[in-house]
C-alpha cells in the first residue's frame, strides 16, 4: 500500500503510464484527457506529470474500465478455455461470470474443477489474463426428463458450493422447482443464501405473482427477457437484467430499450452462449456495447452495463472503473460507437493489441474430461417409429428456439412409420452410462433429406441428438460421435465426416481457426442436405432437448409437452 | 423460505398486508399503487389480492424503503443510544452506519461495546427497531496533538476489525498519516482490506495527487465536501459522496447540486453529527431529503440516496428496496416533498407512527462509561498565563467552525497576562488519567463577559475545555465538570450550574426531553454572559481542540498550526 500511494504522490515512479488517452469516467459519465498511473498492477491516477518505467501512447483512444461478461457458458465456444481466453481478452474482457452448466452435466464437478484449473493456469508476465467467476451449476440435471452426466442435489450443493471454487449459484433454470418450493431446489437456494453467495437466474416469461416468489427466494439476474415490457417487469422486482448478446438471442436492442438514465444502473451485459465465429469475428461484449449504442442507449449507460454495474452486481472488489484503487484493467477503444478494442491491460500489463492476444497457452490436461461419449451398441432398427393415426410432430421454427407442436395422420410400412413430406426423424440417446435409453420423435420445419446428421451437444443433458430421414444413416451417425468421443457428424449415402469435440463431447482442444473452419465446413456440408434457411443445422438440434422452452422437446426419456410439465405420448389418445 | 414462496404464490396467508400505498420503486423510479406483502419479516410481493394476518390501511400515503443513514456519531446526539433509537427510528431510519469515535476516544473499545450492546437491546415486538453497523474508530486518538482516553494502535485494529462487533473501519480522518504512509496508519488500512471491510474517509478539502493517495489506499467514502465543484473530485476519484446534514454543517443544497441522472447513484446520505434538538424537531435522514428535494433534487434521486445507494455502497444485503426478498423495512410518509413520516415498519412490524416510536426502551448498564472525567486538582492559579508582547491569539468566526490567527500585543500584570478588550481565555485540561496536563491560550470573537463556561466533549480526545476572564470562575467549572462526571457547566459570580452528560462524559442517560430542556436552558444562561450571535456557546467550544480543522486549535499539549501541522508558541519569536 506504501507504494500506491508514494506513486500516486509521484515520489516513486510507476510501472506504468498511459498517455494521451481519453479517460472514461464511470461514476461521473464523463471523459477527462490525462495520463493513467498504474503502479502493482493498481491504479493510482488519472492526471499528469507521471514517471513510468514502461509509457503506452494511447495516441487519443479512448480508455474503458476491462469488460466484464456477467453470464456465460463458456462451452458454447465449442473453444478450450484457453482458445476462449485468447479471443476474449482481445475484445476488452477482464472478467467473466462462466456457468460451467454444460461440462458439469457431463462430468460433474470435475468438469468445473477442469474449467477453473484450465482458466487459472494462463499466465502472462505475472497475470492471469482472464479472471474467471465460477458459478456452480444449480440444475444439474436441468428438469426431471432427462439423464444427465451427474446430478448435483441440494446437500452436495450446500457443500460445493462452500469451496473456493466457487463464487455463486449458476442459473436457476428449473423455476418450476422453485415456484413449487420444491425441497431440494430450496436446500439449494438456502445455502447461498447462508454462505452470501449471489444465485443467478433464468426466468423466461415470469412474472407477476411467480416472479414475485422467484425473486422472493433471492434469485438476482435473469438473463432471458424478450422486450422492454419484461425488462422492466424484471427490474421492478429487483432483479438485475443481463442484456444478453448470444449467437443465437438477437433482442439486445429492443431489450435494451427499457434502459433510462434512472435505472440504467441495474442492467448488465452478458453473452449466455457465444460460438467461436461470434467471438472471433464480431466480439463479446464489446459487440453488445457497439449494438446497444447503435440501438439508441448513451455511451456512458452502455459502458457502465459493461463494467461498474456489473461489478456491483456480484460484489466484484476493484473491478468496473478507472480510479485509484482499482485495478489496472483497461481497454483502449478507437471511439465510443464502435468500440473497436485497439490495447487491452490487465492488472497494467499489456495482454493484447489491435485484435489479437500478447499472450499464448498450452493446453491444461484434459483427461479428466475426454473420452465421455458412452453407448450401448444401435443399429438402423433402432431408429425404426412405429406409427399410426394422429401423430405430434415437433415443429422447429427458423431465427428461434421456439417449437410447435403439429398432429399429422401418419401410417407405417414394415413397423416404421412413413415419413410425410418434410417430416423427418428425431433421435436422443443417452450416452453417459451406456444404460440404451433412447426416445425418437418426428420433427418438421427442418429440412433434411437422404441422410442423417447428429451432435454431442444436447442442452442442457448432452446427450446424442441425431435427425435424419435414413435409419441407416442415423444410425453411422451415432457411430461415429462415439468414436469421435463427441462432436458433430454427418453420413449421407458413402459420404461420412465428423469434427471431434473431444472436451466432454463440447468442446475442442483445437486452435479457433481451426474449430472455426471445421464447424462452417461441416456446417455447409449439412445445409447441403437441404437444411431450411434461418436454421442452422447443428446448433439448431442442441437446443431439441431443452425441456424448460416450450412447446414440445426430445429428451431420451420421451417427449416433453414444457407447457404442461410432462412427457407426452407421440400418438395423440395414448394419454394414460 | 417455503413460506416465503407459498406467500408470494397466495398459497399462505402473510403477516402483514399494507393496502393503499403508493409503493416508489427504488430500482426503477416509479410509483405504483397497490398492497405490500409481508412474510416472516420480508417482502414477497408488490400487488393485490394478498390476505394477510394483520392489515394497515396506508390511506395513499408513499411508502419508501427505510432511510439508512450512511455515517453519524450517535455520541454527538448527546443522548443515550436508546433515546436516540426513539427519535431516529420515529424519523424512518432502519439502519444507521455508526462511527462511535467519540465514546472509543474516550473509553477504548468498551465504549463502543457498550455502544452496540445498549442498540442491540431494544427489542420490540421480536425485531430491533434501530439496526446499527458499528465502525470500528480508525483515529483514536485522532492526531498526536493530544491525550485521548485510549490508544488503538494499527496492531489492535486488526485484531478488532475481524471481531463481529465491527462492520468496518470508521472515518480516516488523520489524512496526513495516510499521505505521509506512515506505518500505522496503513497497517490499519491493509486490515480492512484484507478483511474486506469498508473504511470510510474524511478528506476535508483534499484533491488532485493527494486525494489520488488518499483513494488509492482503498478508502471509500467521503463526507467533508464543500460545494458542487468538491463533489465532482471527490466523485471522479471513486469515492461514494456521503450528503452531510449535520447541525452545524449546512451544506447539504449546495453540495446537492452536484447530483445528475447519471452520478446520482455515488451519492449517499449521512447526518455525522446532529443534536437532539435536531433530532426531534427537524429529523434526521428525512430533513436531508426534504431539503434537497426542496433545493431541485428530484425525490427519486433523492431516495436512491437515502436507501438503495446507502446500501450498495455498504453492501447491506436485503436493505434499501421494496421488493421481494428485501426486509420489510418500511416508511410510509405523505408526500414526497415534505416526507413527513406517517408510519415505519421494521421486518414487518409497525414501530413509530406520527412521530413517536412505538416501543419504549430502559437503559443498558453503563457501568463500562461512566465516572471517566479524572483531572488533578486545579485552582484559579493555574488559569494565570504569563505573557507579554506579540501573541498568537484563536478567533472564532461566527457560523462555522474554522478559526483564524490574529497577533496581539500583550502585557502582563502579577504573572497573568491583562486580558485586551473581546479577548478571553481558553484552557483545555487532561481528562482522562489526572495527568496534570493543561494548556491555555486567548480566544478573540467569542464574546463571554464575568465568567466561565465548559464542557467535556471536545472533539477528538474530549478533554475539558473551558473558557472564561476569570480564573477563578474558570477552576469552578473545572471542579462542576470534575463532579458532574462530564457535561456542561457555567460559573458566574455566585451562580454556578451544571448539566450532566454521565455517559463518558459525553452523553446523557435523561429522555431526550430533558436533555434538549436543559440543554437549552444552560445554554441560554450562557448566552446571557455575551456569547456572540452566530456562536453556539457550548457547541462552539467542542470544535477548539479539533486538530485537524485550519487555522489554530488548542489542545492538553499546546496550541496548534494546522497548517504547519505542528504545535507552536503562544508567544512569537518563541519558535525554535
Chains 1, 2 share one sequence.
Do not use: W
Amino acid at each position: 500500500m506504501k507504494s500506491l500511494i508514494d506513486a500516486a504522490l509521484k515520489r516513486e515512479k510507476c510501472d506504468l503510464v498511459i498517455r494521451g488517452a481519453k479517460v472514461f469516467n464511470v461514476f461521473t459519465g464523463e471523459t477527462e484527457e490525462g495520463e493513467i498511473a498504474v503502479k502493482d498492477g493498481v491504479i493510482v491516477g488519472i492526471g499528469s506529470g507521471y514517471e513510468g518505467a514502461e509509457v503506452y501512447e494511447a495516441d487519443g483512444a479512448y480508455a474503458l474500465p476491462s469488460f466484464i461478461d456477467a453470464h456465460i457458458h463458456v462451452e458454447s465456444s465449442m473453444l478450450s478455455p484457453e482458445e476462449f481466453a485468447l479471443l476474449s481478452v482481445s475484445r476488452g474482457t477482464g472478467v467473466v461470470v462462466a456457468d460451467p452448466h454444460e461440462i458439469v452435466n457431463v462430468c460433474g464437478i470435475a468438469g468445473a474443477e477442469y474449467m477453473k484449473e484450465a482458466f487459472a493456469r494462463i499466465v502472462h508476465v505475472g497475470v492471469n489474463p482472464l479472471e474467471v467467476c465460477m458459478q456452480l451449476p444449480s440444475c444439474v440435471p436441468a428438469s426431471p426428463f432427462e439423464t444427465s452426466g451427474a446430478v448435483i442435489d441440494g446437500r452436495e450443493t450446500e457443500q460445493e458450493l462452500a469451496r473456493e471454487l466457487f463464487y455463486g449459484l449458476g442459473e436457476f433454470m428449473n423455476y418450476p422447482a422453485v415456484l413449487s418450493a420444491d425441497g431440494d431446489a430450496l436446500q439449494k437456494l438456502a445455502a447461498a443464501k447462508a454462505q452470501n453467495k449471489i444465485v443467478d437466474g433464468h426466468a423466461p416469461a415470469l412474472a407477476g405473482d411467480g416472479l414475485n416468489a422467484y425473486a422472493a427466494a433471492g434469485i438476482k439476474t435473469d438473463h432471458e427477457c424478450v422486450n422492454a415490457d419484461d425488462c422492466n417487469e424484471k427490474l421492478k422486482k429487483g432483479l438485475y437484467v443481463q442484456l444478453r448478446n448470444g449467437s443465437s438471442a438477437h433482442n439486445i436492442e429492443e431489450n435494451a430499450k427499457a434502459m433510462n438514465e434512472y435505472n440504467y444502473r441495474r442492467f448488465i451485459l452478458c453473452s449466455d452462449d457465444r460460438n467461436a465465429y461470434d467471438l472471433k469475428h464480431n466480439g463479446q461484449i464489446d459487440d453488445a456495447l457497439r449494438r446497444i449504442v447503435r440501438s439508441g442507449v448513451p455511451a456512458s449507460r452502455a459502458i457502465a452495463a459493461a463494467t461498474l454495474n456489473t461489478a456491483e452486481c456480484y460484489g466484484l472488489k476493484g473491478k468496473g472503473a478507472l480510479a485509484p484503487s482499482y485495478d489496472a484493467d483497461i481497454v483502449l477503444v478507437e471511439d465510443l460507437i464502435d468500440f473497436r478494442v485497439s490495447a487491452v491491460f490487465k492488472r497494467g500489463i499489456p495482454v493484447a493489441e489491435n485484435g489479437r492476444a500478447l499472450f499464448s497457452c498450452g493446453r491444461y490436461e484434459t483427461n479428466a474430461v475426454k473420452s465421455t461419449v458412452r453407448i450401448e451398441p444401435v443399429s438402423e432398427d433402432d431408429f425404426r417409429i412405429d406409427l399410426s393415426g394422429k401423430t405430434r410432430v415437433m415443429r422447429v421454427k427458423p431465427n428461434g428456439i421456439l417449437t410447435e407442436e403439429e398432429i399429422y395422420d401418419c401410417e407405417s410400412e414394415n413397423g416404421d412409420v412413413k415419413l410425410p413430406a418434410g417430416v423427418c426423424k428425431l433421435a436422443v440417446i443417452e450416452r453417459h452410462f451406456a444404460s440404451g435409453n433412447m426416445e425418437k420423435c418426428l420433427l418438421s420445419g427442418y429440412g433434411l433429406r437422404g441422410g442423417a446428421l447428429g451432435v454431442s451437444i444436447a442442452h442442457d443433458s448432452h446427450n446424442l441428438v441425431i435427425v435424419g430421414d435414413d435409419n441407416r444413416a442415423m444410425a453411422r451417425v451415432a457411430k461415429l460421435l462415439e468414436k469421435a468421443g463427441g462432436g458433430m457428424a454427418i453420413a449421407e449415402g458413402t459420404f461420412e465426416k465428423a469434427f471431434p469435440l473431444d472436451i466432454a463431447g463440447l468442446m475442442s482442444s483445437l486452435p479457433h481457426e481451426e474449430v472455426i473452419k471445421e464447424t462452417e465446413e461441416i456446417t455447409a456440408r449439412a445445409r447441403r442436405m437441404g437444411v431450411k434457411e434461418g436454421i442452422e443445422p447443428f446448433m439448431s438440434l442442441v437446443f431439441l432437448s431443452l425441456a424448460v422452452i416450450p412447446k414440445l422437446r426430445l429428451t431420451d426419456r420421451g417427449l416433453v409437452d414444457v407447457e404442461k410439465f410432462e412427457i407426452v405420448p407421440l400418438q395423440i389418445g395414448e394419454e394414460a
